[in-house]
């Protein structure tokens, strides 16, 4: 039997991106541990999805890593991962391993309950829009490394961001008889750890739909607000008023802010690898490089025959 409970403590999970040249050191709440009846010590479950807006490989990859809860080094500890298929739930691609490390894969995928299956499809359903709205994402490598603030909407809103024209808001902040809304905007950048966001707040008139901006500021997150100088109807003492007052209604709010500026950084790191990737198709395209067949593998690496990936007709 299997028990997954989230670990109360912060972890802080290092990762490599080779395509834009950066390594990250993330704080990661509420990670799940999964606890095994087989095993006397528990371990560190991270889940991951296929970032290739074009397959539908329908799968949940699983990667599991020994831990000591009392912070004790453990002198060899179990690593493994696997490959969930969302329709038959067991493991794809198997391959041979060590009888231990089988034995606990075996009982993890026999004991998944049907929430547990819920939230690998909607995490991966999750993944998937987060990456379609990426591919459809344009901008140059110099505005992402250029530190300029984007919306949080304009990416992720199929609708856009109301700054821009378009409908989506991130949030609503009722205050006493106002109704705010807020657009929060972050740096892409993948190499700045500005460790902030921007927060607009706007008034739409319902009549006309004309956005007038009320105020801004920036908040750090670690650090006071600092709030924009072009203020023009409210005092620095109201703003922290607003702001103090939506925190106390929606206590998560910080930490919504605080993975949506990961999730930001992503996108930049997406704009970039899709950068060098254009540049590298072109230069293998050159003269005197080996055409690509309809029927051959894409280069992109998704799997697909060609035709059906990178060479289908836009």
């Known amino acids: 039997m299997i028990k997954i409970e989230k670990y109360k403590e912060t972890v802080h999970v290092r ?10 050191v993330v704080e990661v709440k509420n990670l799940p541990l999964v606890r095994f009846s087989s095993h006397e010590r528990p371990f560190f479950m ?11 490989c329908n799968e949940t990859v699983l990667a599991f890593n020994e831990i000591d809860e ?50 690998f499809k909607e995490n991966y359903s999750n993944a998937k829009a987060e990456s379609r709205n990426i591919a459809k994402s344009e901008m140059s490598i110099d505005d992402v490394y250029s530190g300029d603030m984007v919306s ?4 992720f809103n199929d609708n856009g961001s109301i700054m ?5 808001v991130s949030f609503i902040v009722e205050y006493e008889e106002l109704e705010l809304y807020v657009d929060d905007q972050y740096c892409i950048n993948p190499k700045c750890d500005c460790n902030a966001v921007r927060l607009v707040f706007l008034k739409i008139n319902e ?23 072009n203020i023009t109807r409210y005092t620095k003492e109201e703003i922290k008023k607003i702001y103090d007052h939506w925190l106390k209604s929606d206590p998560e709010i910080i930490d919504i802010l605080e993975t ?15 950068h060098l990737s254009k540049k590298s198709h072109k230069h293998t395209a050159g003269v005197g490089q080996k055409k690509i067949g309809r029927n051959d593998p894409c280069p992109c690496g998704s799997g697909k ?7 289908k007709p836009k």
């Not at 991270?46 to 539908?56: A, I, L, V």
């Not at 009549?207 to 100088?229: K, Y």
């Open 207 to 229: 009549e006309t739909r004309i956005v007038n901006i009320l105020f801004s500021f920036s908040v750090p997150f670690q650090g006071e607000i600092e709030i924009d100088d």
């Open 164 to 168: 821009s024209g378009g409908t989506g």
């Open 152 to 155: 949080y909407a304009a990416v």
């Open 260 to 274: 949506r500026y990961t999730m930001m950084k992503e996108v930049g790191k997406g704009l970039i690898a899709k």
């Open 70 to 119: 009392t912070g004790a080094q453990i002198a060899n500890p179990i690593s493994f991962d696997i490959i969930l298929d969302h329709f038959t739930w067991q493991e794809n691609r198997k391959r041979k391993r060590p009888k231990k490390v089988q034995s606990l894969i075996d009982e993890f995928v026999s004991d998944l309950s049907d929430e547990m299956k819920s939230e």
């Open 15 to 24: 990762s490599y991106h080779p395509d834009v040249d950066v390594e990250d």
């Open 46 to 56: 991270f889940e991951n999805h296929c970032q290739n807006p074009d397959c539908d």
């Open 305 to 311: 025959k060609y035709k059906k990936c990178c060479g």
